[in-house]
């Protein structure tokens, strides 16, 4: 079955640096493209980033360009991604999906706070 795991939340403060990793399992991972959402409590769900089956094509919100980078390793069936320069609005609950299925990971919670 298709198995999706995220890691690597936590508290961090302003200007900070996480890296979040989403671990697949039960499907072809390199034949997918993959995504990453995030959604505050009250809002609606915001698309983060998406990025192609090889890793040679990504696309991120307006709101995390330049600052956030998603990338793949498709021999460790694991995306991630990189969040630079953190700022409290980050602060959500971030989710990895698989949009071909719609499957999607249980969560992993951000917190930028000082």
């Known amino acids: 079955q298709v198995q999706l795991v995220e890691s690597g939340g936590g508290l961090v403060q302003p200007g900070g640096s996480l890296r979040l990793s989403c671990a697949a399992s039960?499907?072809?991972?390199?034949?997918?493209?993959m995504k990453w959402y995030r959604q505050t409590p009250g809002k609606e769900r915001e698309l983060v980033a998406v990025?192609?089956?090889?890793?040679?094509?990504?696309v991120y919100a307006d709101s995390v360009k330049g600052r956030f980078t998603i990338s793949r390793d498709n021999a460790k069936n694991t995306v991630y991604l990189q969040m630079n320069n953190l700022k409290p609005e980050d602060t959500a609950v971030y989710y990895c999906?698989?949009?071909?299925?719609?499957?999607w990971g249980q969560g992993t919670q951000v917190t930028v706070s000082s």
């Open positions: 990025i192609s089956t090889t890793g040679g094509t990504t």
């Open positions: 039960g499907f072809t991972f390199s034949s997918y493209r």
């Open positions: 999906n698989r949009p071909q299925g719609d499957y």
